[in-house]
C-alpha cells in the first residue's frame, strides 16, 4: 500500500503520534467525530475508513513478501491508497475542500505538538476537530463539512506518508456542476424514491427503483426491479464497456463473480437508502466479517453484499476499487506465510 511515514527519516513529534494510532484508536476517534460530522458525509466518512482499513495496510507493509501475502488474500484491484491520494474520497461532500484540508493537515504534520501523549484517541479526534474548525473558519462554511475530509487526510496522511502526500497535486476531481451543489440539495436527492406513475400506490408488483452508483455523474445510474439485488440490476447496464474502465466487471458496473456471497467481490457502500435494502440475511452478516468488510450485527449495515442486498426503494451507492478477503486472516494474528499456506491448502483441497 505503499510507503508509510513510519519509514521516513525525520518526523515530527505530530506524526510520530499519528504513527502510533492502532486501528482500534482511529475506530475510537472517529465514532467520537461521528455527531459533529455534516448528515451528507456522516455515512462517507464511515464508509471510507472501511475503504481503507488500517489494519490491511499494516499487513501488507510488515509482510516479508507483499505481492504474495496480497495474493494469498485475494486482493484485486487499486487497494494502495498513496496511488488515491486525491481521488479516494471523490465520494465525499467534503472533498470540494480538499486542497484546503490537505494543506492545513501538512502544517499540522509539521507541529510539534503532542509528543506525550496518555489518550491517543482523544489526542487524534482532537487534532483532527481543531483542524477542521480551523479551514472552516477560513472558507467561512460549516465546519461539520470539514471534518469528515480532514479525518481522512488524517488517515491518508498516516498510510501514504508526509513525502507522497505533499506531492499529490491536491485536486478536486469534479466538474462545475456537480461541485456547485449543496449539502442540502444531495441528502434531498438521495432520500427521493421514483415516481411509479399516476397510481404508483397501488403497485404492488412492476415496481423499478433507481440505483445510483456514482452522485458525482449523471450517467452512473441504473434501474431495477423491486426486491431485485444490487448486482442483478447492474449486470443489465450495458451503458459502458466496464471491464475496459475496470477489469473486475465483467458484467455492469458492480464487480461479481458468484452471486452466493462466496467471494466478496461484490461489495458496495450505502450512502444513501441503507434502510430501503433488505435485511443482511446469516450468510451475508457471517461473510462481510470474514472477509474484513465489516463487523456489526445491524440489520442494516453501510457496507454490504451486492448479490445479496434486495433493493425496496432507491438508493445510493459508492463501489469500492478493490475486493479481498483478509479479516479472518488479519483477526487470526497469523504471519503472510502461514496465511499463504492456509490458502494453498485450501485451493489444493477445492482441486
Known sequence: MGTSATSEATQSPFINILNQCVEETWTEA???LLPSIHAVDRNATQIWFKFYPLALFEALQSASDEAKLAQALLLQGSYHLSNQIDSSHRFLYGHRYWPQAKAAVIKQGGSHQGSTVIDRAAWLSDQIMTVARETAT???I????????TAVAFMTLRQTGITAFKAAAGEVLLDKKHARKTAEQILKERARDDSQGLFGFLKTVDKKWTVVFDEND????????HA???AWGAADD???DWVMLDPRCIEGPIPVECRSASCGTCWVGVLGGAEKLSEVAARESKKI???GYIDTDEPKPLIRLACQAQAEGAVSIVIPPWNGQFGKQLRSGKSDDAIDGERGQ??????
Open 30 to 32: 472517529i465514532n467520537t
Open 138 to 140: 477560513s472558507l467561512k
Open 142 to 149: 460549516d465546519p461539520g463539512l470539514l471534518v469528515g475530509i
Open 218 to 225: 449523471e450517467g452512473a445510474r441504473y434501474k431495477l426491479n
Open 228 to 230: 431485485q439485488d444490487l
Open 238 to 240: 450495458r451503458s459502458r
Open 289 to 291: 466479517k470474514e472477509f
Open 346 to 351: 485450501t485451493e489444493e483441497a477445492v482441486n
